[in-house]
C-alpha cells in the first residue's frame, strides 16, 4: 500500500502562485511515475500533469502548458507542482496520484490517489 499526503493548497489571486506538495509513504515506488489531477466543482476529475520514475520525463494537459511545473524528489519521496499565473478556472481541488507509468496515469488508470488539496483563485 501506498499513503499519499498534500498539501500546499490554499487562496490566491489570478496571476499568482501556489506550490503543492505530495509526500508519499509505504511500499517503495521505484519505477512508478507520479502525477497531479484535479476536480473542478461539477466537473469530471482531469490530468494535470505526470512525471516519469528517473523525472526525465513530464507531461502537462494543454491548458497549464508554461505556467506549471512537475518535479519529483526522490531523497524526500516528495512530488511537487509548481504553479504560477494562475487564473481562476484553475480553482479545484488538486489530487496527487501514483501509476505504473506515465502513458497510465495519462489515461486516468491511477493506482493509488492523495486525499485532495483545494486550490482557489479569484478572479
Known amino acids: 500500500q501506498v499513503q499519499l499526503v498534500e498539501s500546499g493548497g490554499g487562496f490566491v489571486q489570478a496571476g499568482g502562485s501556489l506550490s503543492l506538495s505530495c509526500e508519499a509513504s509505504?511500499?517503495?515506488?521505484?519505477?512508478?511515475?507520479m502525477g497531479w489531477f484535479r476536480q473542478a466543482p461539477g466537473k469530471e476529475r482531469e490530468f494535470v500533469a505526470a512525471i516519469t520514475w528517473s523525472g526525465t520525463g513530464t507531461y502537462y494537459t494543454d491548458s497549464v502548458k508554461g505556467r506549471f511545473t512537475i518535479s519529483r524528489d526522490h531523497a524526500k519521496n516528495t512530488l511537487y507542482l509548481q504553479m504560477n499565473s494562475l487564473k481562476a478556472e484553475d480553482t479545484a481541488v488538486y489530487y496527487c496520484?501514483?501509476?505504473?507509468?506515465?502513458?497510465?496515469?495519462?489515461?486516468?488508470?491511477?493506482?493509488?490517489w492523495g486525499q485532495g488539496t483545494q486550490v482557489t483563485v479569484s478572479a
Open positions: 509505504g511500499r517503495p515506488l521505484t519505477s512508478w511515475s
Open positions: 496520484a501514483v501509476g505504473r507509468n506515465s502513458i497510465a496515469l495519462r489515461s486516468g488508470t491511477v493506482d493509488y
